[in-house]
């Protein structure tokens, strides 16, 4: 089983950029597809961005697309989210999760197969 840690988590103002790091280790990274949720105080966690295992194909929540960007580097067995022009309802934990099937993402009810911790991110205005 793939064991999942975010770092790069922290406070910026509304506007800023961030790059949220997720390492994977315990398992072959290169057979799961990658993905980012978040959950802001008060509110269920959300699904914000996916990757397949060979980053051919990338899913995005439409409240985030053409700002956050999902990107992998198997020989570091690490994923990626750069966020771009924060806002404050950003803010929220983020969450990296691993399944090897890419198509869960896409399913509100599905459950992956492993979860990082999170990583807080404070967008403020």
């Known amino acids: 089983q793939v064991q999942l840690v975010e770092s790069g988590g922290g406070l910026v103002q509304a506007g800023a950029s961030l790059r949220l790091s997720c390492a994977a280790s315990g398992g072959t990274f290169s057979t799961y597809a990658m993905g980012w949720f978040r959950q802001a105080p008060g509110k269920e966690r959300e699904f914000v961005a996916a990757?397949?295992?060979?980053?051919?194909?990338?899913y995005y929540a439409d409240s985030v697309k053409g700002r956050f960007t999902i990107s992998r580097d198997n020989a570091k067995n690490t994923v990626y989210l750069q966020m771009n022009s924060l806002k404050p309802e950003d803010t929220a934990v983020y969450y990296c999760?691993?399944?090897?099937?890419?198509?869960?993402?896409?399913?509100?009810?599905?459950?992956?197969?492993?979860w990082g911790q999170g990583t807080l991110v404070t967008v403020s205005s």
């Open positions: 999760a691993a399944d090897r099937d890419y198509n869960k993402y896409r399913n509100p009810i599905a459950t992956l197969d492993a």
């Open positions: 990757i397949g295992r060979i980053t051919l194909f990338t």
